[in-house]
């Protein structure tokens, strides 16, 4: 697929976006951990580390896609896993959020599915919820996480109307 970077000069802020490699596991890993503890201090988050690794290790073969955003000294700081449409996973880690990578690995995502995608998110998690409604996601449905029992809200971009 594309890869998207900046015409920056290599710094830690320049990205690069890529599909994951089986290298990448423990990294993606750090970064769910990472991001995860940070976002979920409204609810009691019980995934340790070695979930987070056991979590990202299977989902690589069960995911369709995952994509990576490295930045210019090589390091991880970004990834997103797609199930189909639905956008199982994204994450940026804590010290590069509010950077533009986010929306980057969303825009990435969507010109490989045009049609459209979908997510889910925690309903109390309200940074996520700003951040996808600012890029055309729409709420379209509330419910209760199956494994985390916690309310969550369903999100819908219809896509851009080429397919």
Same mark, same amino acid.
């Given at each position: 697929?594309?890869? +998207?970077?900046?015409?920056?000069?290599?710094?830690? +802020?320049?990205?690069?976006?890529?599909?994951?490699?089986?290298?990448?596991?423990?990294?993606?890993?750090?970064?769910?951990?990472?991001?995860?503890?940070?976002?979920?201090?409204?609810?009691?988050?019980?995934?340790? +580390?070695?979930?987070?690794?056991?979590?990202?290790?299977?989902? %690589?073969?069960?995911?369709?896609?995952?994509?990576?955003?490295?930045?210019?000294?090589?390091?991880?700081?970004?990834?997103?896993?797609?199930?189909?449409?639905?956008?199982?996973?994204? #994450?940026?880690?804590?010290?590069?959020?509010?950077?533009?990578?986010?929306?980057? %690995?969303?825009? +990435?995502?969507?010109?490989?599915?045009?049609?459209?995608?979908?997510?889910?998110? #925690?309903?109390?998690?309200?940074?996520?919820?700003?951040?996808?409604?600012?890029? &055309? #996601?729409?709420?379209?449905? #509330?419910?209760?996480?199956?494994?985390?029992?916690?309310?969550?809200?369903?999100?819908?971009?219809?896509?851009? &109307?080429?397919?």
């Amino acid at each position: 697929m594309a890869t +998207d970077t900046t015409d920056q000069p290599a710094t830690k +802020d320049a990205v690069t976006i890529r599909d994951a490699e089986a290298g990448d596991v423990a990294a993606i890993a750090d970064i769910l951990h990472a991001a995860t503890s940070a976002a979920y201090k409204f609810m009691a988050w019980p995934h340790t +580390d070695k979930d987070s690794h056991e979590f990202v290790a299977a989902g %690589m073969g069960r995911w369709d896609k995952v994509r990576v955003a490295v930045d210019g000294t090589g390091k991880l700081v970004a990834f997103l896993c797609l199930d189909g449409k639905l956008i199982d996973q994204l #994450f940026v880690a804590p010290g590069h959020q509010r950077r533009g990578i986010g929306t980057r %690995m969303l825009r +990435d995502a969507k010109a490989m599915l045009p049609g459209g995608l979908s997510l889910f998110t #925690f309903q109390a998690n309200k940074p996520a919820r700003a951040f996808y409604e600012n890029q &055309g #996601f729409r709420a379209v449905a #509330f419910g209760v996480s199956e494994a985390e029992g916690e309310p969550d809200v369903t999100y819908v971009w219809a896509g851009d &109307g080429s397919s």
